[in-house]
């Protein structure tokens, strides 16, 4: 049971392991081994506390072209109940709306168990010891008992995938849950309306995406996380965007990119190279497609790919949106 609930831990393929966590949103039901989504945070629940004026969490745009209409919402992975309600904005703009967008669709666990035999996993008879030295192998064999977890049960993920599944557990040990995230509330207020739902990426392509990191890289992506882990910066990153977010202030939002990006460790680079620099303009491109189906788009997709000169709305507005920031 302790093996499954950590394939079931939330992660995502979203700064530094925790970042990933916050920037991708992969979580699958029955493998839910979910590859690394930086709106991830691990925070003390005990040491968090939610302004009671927070009503405008994230960011809100109001985006139009060509009579095409849309709304572009920043989102976290994960949660709390005390989350909601959301802002009345928020609200009108879900009634407004005819059709969700997300990263994702999480309820698809075929596609991510798919996506994790594929991308995820080593091939039978292979063993991660056999791609990572010895004294890596005993830090993440440390790591693993202390949450009750095998290394001979996991030996066939990859160090990535170890590494943002131990950074979700991290997050529900503190209290935040994807059936509290953001995503699950739209995803669930789409189907009660009856509204369409449309994905900007597919689990495949967000597991391919951390598997281009090479051995070398993927051990120091794991040690970079464990180091994370051992220190408690983690915890300071995930309060830093959970208290951003909640408060909806320009300023924390637009301080929490450099945050995520800074630094020389493998970790802050894939974030900056691949989580955002690659991937905020093929979503670009992509919500420009969706949008042209001539239905009004709710569109929720992890913070910080609306944050910075490389931000979704930034680069909406350079295809011709008229981008209107609602709050």
């Not at 950590?6 to 590859?35: E, P, Y």
């Not at 993440?140 to 990859?158: D, M, Q, Y």
């Not at 929720?300 to 295809?319: D, E, K």
Request: hydrophobic share 45%; glycine share 8%.
């Amino acid at each position: 049971m302790l093996v499954e609930n950590f394939l079931r831990a939330r992660g995502a393929v979203f700064r530094s392991c925790l970042m990933s966590l916050l920037l991708v949103g992969t979580t699958a039901n029955a493998v839910d081994m979910a590859a690394a989504s930086v709106e991830y945070l691990p925070l003390a629940a005990a040491a968090y506390t939610r302004p009671l004026e927070a009503r405008r969490q994230g960011a809100l745009y109001r985006i139009t072209r060509f009579g095409q209409v849309g709304y572009l919402f920043g989102t976290v992975h994960v949660g709390t109940k005390e989350f909601y309600p959301l802002a009345p904005e928020v609200s009108r703009a879900l009634d407004d709306a005819s059709q969700l967008v997300v990263e994702l669709d999480t309820r698809a666990a075929d596609a991510f168990r798919l996506a994790l035999a594929r991308h995820g996993s080593y091939r039978p008879g292979q063993h991660i010891a056999q791609h990572i030295s010895a004294p890596s192998l005993a830090r993440l064999t440390t790591a693993l008992h202390a949450v009750g977890i095998t290394l001979a049960s996991v030996s066939h993920l990859k160090p990535w995938l170890l590494a943002n599944q131990l950074m979700g557990l991290e997050l529900e040990r503190s209290g935040f849950e994807r059936t509290h995230g953001l995503e699950t509330f739209l995803l669930a207020n789409a189907q009660q309306r009856g509204n369409a739902v449309a994905e900007l990426e597919s689990a495949d392509y967000q597991f391919a995406m951390f598997n281009t990191l090479s051995d070398s890289d993927a051990e120091r992506y794991l040690l970079d996380a464990l180091d994370e882990l051992a220190n408690g910066s983690s915890l300071r990153k995930a309060k830093a965007v959970i208290d951003a977010w909640s408060s909806g202030n320009a300023a924390a939002l637009d301080a929490l990119i450099a945050d995520a990006t800074e630094g020389s460790s493998v970790m802050s680079d894939f974030t900056r190279r691949m989580l955002l620099d690659k991937r905020n303009p093929e979503m670009a491109a992509r919500i420009e497609v969706i949008m042209g189906d001539g239905k009004t788009s709710f569109i929720g997709v992890g913070l910080l790919h609306l944050l910075g000169a490389n931000g979704l709305p930034r680069l909406l507005s350079q295809r011709g949106y008229q981008v209107e920031r609602m709050y």
